[in-house]
């Protein structure tokens, strides 16, 4: 096990981010790593970056000793103690089979002078090499030098073989121009020697990682909450306080704003209600000096306000001290806001040269294949693979952001079907930019090309001209004719339309593959807390017979296999191996002969129980014998109903992150989304569909 002591140069470095920014981007490249801060800072009993890592790493990190212990046994001159029990706990919590830890240091502080050498003993003691940490925002090039230096001299120094790099966080616009950002250029700050303390990381600055949740503003302000609607999703990139005229600030009404505006003014009022009836998502409307808006006011904004979730708070302040308190707000991550602390971490991870780390690992130990490395390899692949991605819903605001998302980090080439005037206008709403290499293509600009290549796709159903150009007014026909005509790699879509509407088409237009055994199925990529699984089927076939349910055994594991996980199939029922009976064990007892008949070399079981094919202390009693039970990675269930049933059931309950569903088994590339897909979602699932395209 190698060990990475992250060390601070002062308070404010953002150590708890990079740190565990630090364990994911370790997490990605397949490394079992684990994470212990020795000491807590904090007062109270549970320790931030603690609770982080049980949230965001699902750990259980050794728990620290508290800092006033600490103090205490240092003044009675028990140095080699504390650092005992430093080592006793760690060893207590950490088990075999880790390939890194990475351990957070202490933050000196002007009343805790002592910190700084503490860390060195610390990292000594367990013989870790070291990163030093600082924030970039608020010094110099040479005073950033003067300060690693500095602390690099109290582990040995710069060119101390265990003193590995550093990494500069929070930089600015002007020095990430200058010493770059990505992992593989960066360029050493003046006055360092360059291969003895190289940069590990330039982590920029990004206002959408310091963005609190307007409900932290309104738990600061003690606000009164007239409306809530999603006060607990919507972030606050932007304050605008309004002293000039409606006209003067409509220009602000973008995504992410907060309104802060005294209660009287109903100019303001009703225009940022008519921008979030518009579909701006503000971030707030907060109404100063404890005055509600008059009721005649509230009555005319309340279907904008309701339908649009904006919310909507009343401070007793007066603009200026609202305005005042909020600048002094405190930066930190609020320990429940967990999608922020996961935002910051996976930008840290994108931004640490992880191959200068992984060198000094050695070969990681064999275990599944986890989440962050699924996620960074999904991303990694498509970028490889260079594939043009249509998206018939151009003008759904989730399906912009992706495609500004994937555009701008080589994900795919994106192709959006709409309004371009429209899409330029919910862009603005929504304070982006789009690349100007961004394809937005009007469907009414090349729906005639296509009637004529589609009568001839479907002539044999009696299509004729005029019902062909009546079908290509749906977006989602005309972008799988583009599938069809080779035009584009891949279809994404049923973010506004439900699955049948995304893959008949495909059915008609693409058809399936013969040599995938005719038939279309799904699954889904599970992204449970320490590893990634595959279910299917769970959103085509209702009732697949026998014959089916091993085709779709034999897509799974193939689609498994694409994508970096070993494929051991379990062929789940409720009953396990031979202790019961009827049509539906049958079924699966068959199922599971023709996979085994069809693809000999495949490791492949059933029928078993869920937690039989999972769980192995499970698998110990109810089927010993068997090569998949209780390491189960592919799950192949019976029918829909179990299958879509289940795959819900274990993402809302354990709040697991599901990707799909994945097409498998059509001729080229087509894969639905859920209606209530996040950005995010539509990313991973575009990132899909270009490594399908690919393969």
């Known amino acids: 096990m190698h060990i990475f002591y992250i060390s601070p140069t002062s308070y404010g470095a953002g150590l708890t981010s990079v740190a565990l920014g630090m364990v994911r981007a370790l997490e990605r490249v397949g490394m079992h790593v684990r994470f212990y801060k020795p000491v807590s800072q904090q007062s109270n009993l549970d320790d931030i970056s603690v609770l982080f890592a049980r949230k965001t790493l699902h750990q259980e990190p050794p728990l620290p000793l508290s800092f006033d212990h600490v103090e205490d046994m240092l003044g009675q001159n028990r140095r080699d103690d504390v650092l005992e029990e430093i080592v006793s706990r760690l060893n207590h ?3 075999s089979g880790i390939d890194a830890l990475v351990v957070e240091g202490l933050t000196p502080t002007r009343n805790t002078p002592w910190v700084t050498r503490f860390n060195s003993d610390v990292a000594k003691t367990l013989s870790a090499d070291v990163i030093v940490v600082t924030r970039a925002d608020e010094n110099s090039p040479r005073e950033l030098v003067d ?25 600015p616009a002007e020095l990430t121009d200058k010493y770059g950002t990505t992992p593989t250029g960066l360029k050493a700050l003046p006055r360092m020697p360059a291969k003895s303390f190289p940069p590990i990381g330039h982590i920029p600055w990004s206002p959408e990682l310091a963005a609190p949740r307007t409900r932290d503003i309104s738990n600061r302000m003690g606000a009164k909450v007239l409306h809530e609607g999603q006060i607990d999703s919507r972030r606050v990139t932007k304050r605008v306080l309004c002293a000039r005229s409606s006209a003067k600030v409509t220009q602000h009404l973008v995504a992410g704003t907060l309104i802060i505006a005294p209660g009287d003014r109903d100019d303001i009022v009703l225009a940022a209600c008519m921008a979030a009836g518009n579909g701006v998502p503000l971030a707030g409307l907060l109404l100063t000096n404890g005055e509600e808006p008059a009721k005649g006011i509230m009555r005319l904004c309340q279907p904008a306000i309701a339908e649009s979730g ?27 806001d967990v999608e922020r602390m996961e935002m910051v971490m996976d930008t840290v991870a994108e931004h640490i040269d992880i191959e200068k780390l992984r060198s000094h690992c050695g070969r990681p130990h064999k275990h599944f294949l986890t989440p962050p490395a699924f996620r960074y390899n999904l991303m990694e692949r498509a970028q490889q693979a260079k594939k043009r991605i249509v998206l018939p819903e151009g003008e759904e605001p989730r399906t912009i952001q992706a495609a500004v998302i994937c555009q701008n980090k080589g994900i795919a080439e994106c192709v959006l079907l709409g309004n371009p005037e429209r899409i330029h206008d919910i862009a603005r709403g929504l304070d982006i930019t789009l690349p100007e290499d961004l394809a937005i293509i009007a469907p009414d600009t090349i729906r005639q090309q296509y009637i004529a290549p589609m009568v001839e796709l479907r002539k044999h159903k009696g299509l004729n001209e005029a019902m062909a150009e009546a079908q ?18 891949g279809l994404v879509s049923g973010a506004i339309h439900t ?3 995304t893959i008949r088409p495909a059915f008609q237009l693409v058809k399936t593959d013969p040599q995938a055994g005719g038939l279309v199925s799904s699954v889904f990529f599970m992204l449970l807390p320490d590893q990634v699984v595959v279910y299917g089927d769970c959103a085509v076939n209702p009732d697949p017979s026998a014959e089916e349910l091993a ?5 799974s594991a193939r689609s498994a296999q694409a994508f970096g996980i070993e494929p051991r199939v379990a062929m789940i029922s409720y009953s396990t191996g031979q202790s019961g009976h009827g049509s539906d064990v049958e079924k699966v007892r068959e199922a599971t002969r023709i996979a085994k008949e069809q693809a000999p070399e495949l490791l492949i079981d059933g029928p078993l129980q869920y937690d039989a094919a999972a769980i192995a202390s499970v698998a110990a009693s109810k089927a010993p014998n068997s090569p998949v039970a209780g390491q189960a990675t592919v799950f192949i269930f019976p029918d829909l109903n179990t299958g879509n049933t289940t795959y819900k059931a ?3 309950s354990a709040n697991v992150v599901s990707v799909g569903p994945m097409l498998q088994g059509l001729n080229k590339p087509v894969n639905d989304l859920s209606r209530g897909a996040l950005v995010d979602d539509i990313v991973y699932t575009i990132a899909l569909t270009a490594i399908q395209a690919g393969n």
């Open 93 to 95: 919590a950490i088990g």
């Open 650 to 652: 274990v993402q809302r």
């Open 499 to 501: 699955t049948a509407n």
């Open 310 to 336: 904006l919310p909507v708070l009343l401070t007793d302040t007066n603009s200026y001290e609202t305005a005042t308190l909020l600048d002094r707000m405190d930066p930190e991550v609020p320990v429940d």
């Open 472 to 489: 290509l007014e749906d977006t989602v026909v005309l972008g799988t004719m583009m599938l069809a005509q080779d035009e584009v790699d």
């Open 551 to 555: 085709i779709i055994a034999l897509q």
């Open 147 to 171: 300060l690693l230096r500095i602390s690099a001299d109290y582990h040995g120094g710069v060119r101390n073989s265990s003193v590995l790099g550093y990494v500069l966080n929070k930089m």
